[in-house]
């Protein structure tokens, strides 16, 4: 079959890692083209062409899922409309977070819980949000996640717990950060 490539040599002209195809396939985006006589998979310039368009799509920070209906003929305009409309959101959940830590940033070392709880309550920080700060502030500097819920007020044992809920120890706090992607 003339102008056929093995799978490390698609990935090779992908620029991705073979175990990259390997997944495309195993999730249903990329077929090869045929097989060898010896039983290998083998690519065409079409299937060269498949990945690198999937590759370009998941460059966006658009889904699998978006990608198998892009590339099963969905418009491609509402699929980045609504990965836009993502992006957008969590802009504006990023800059209230930010904005929250530089008025914490700025005020007073002496806050009073009551007025940490009425800042962060202004921002739209929910739960989950407000769980990821702390997993994210733990994970990025824990002696200074300690001594910033210390100087609220709160008790040895709560400040444990609440260090513990965020991950203490790095790998649950970067699960959490990481699950906000999209």
Known sequence: MGGM???????SEAGLPRTTIQYYEQVGLLAP??????GYRL????ELARVRQIAYYRATGLTLDAIRALM?????PEQIARRISDI??????????????LRLQSADAALEPETIDELLSTTSLNDAAMHRWHAVFERQNPDA???FLLSLGISESDVARIRQSSGAGGAQASAIAG????
């Open 5 to 11: 490539m093995t799978v490390g040599q698609l990935a």
């Open 33 to 38: 083209a045929g097989r060898s006589d010896a």
């Open 43 to 46: 690519y065409s310039g079409r």
């Open 72 to 76: 099963a003929g969905a418009s491609e």
């Open 88 to 101: 957008n959101h969590t802009i504006r959940l990023l800059k209230e977070q930010r904005d929250a830590l």
């Open 145 to 147: 996640h300690r001594t």
């Open 179 to 182: 699950s906000s992607g999209g």
